[in-house]
């Protein structure tokens, strides 16, 4: 039996708005080990190296579910710029395409 192909599926895992997105804006986010299961397992989001880390790990490891337990709407617009460069393709596509996630730069 042949495995799926990796990003199959990958657009319907991304919620329908920012508005789902509602995890912590602040302080240490401990994730569970299923998404975290080696290296780091908690995460201080004052710490944009750190963030950027944890954020990548929700995005190509996690569920739905785990996108609006873990990720920050307004932390993940701003930080978006850098982060999108940290992830493949076909995540960026899937984020971009059905969220407002990259904002046009200012004249």
Request: glycine content about 8%; hydrophobic content about 40%.
């Amino acid at each position: 039996m042949a495995l799926p192909p990796l990003y199959e599926g990958l657009a319907d895992k991304v919620p329908d708005s920012l508005a789902d997105l509602r995890g912590p804006a602040e302080g240490v986010v401990a994730l569970p080990p299923h998404l975290a299961w080696s290296g780091l397992t908690e995460f201080d989001l004052s710490q944009l190296k750190i963030r950027m880390e944890l954020y990548r790990t929700v995005i190509t490891t996690g569920r739905r579910v785990d996108y609006e337990t873990y990720l920050n709407a307004g932390l993940l617009v701003a930080d978006w710029p850098l982060l999108r460069r940290g992830l493949g393709p076909a995540y960026r596509h899937a984020w971009e395409r059905k969220l407002p996630l990259r904002r046009e730069r200012a004249a």
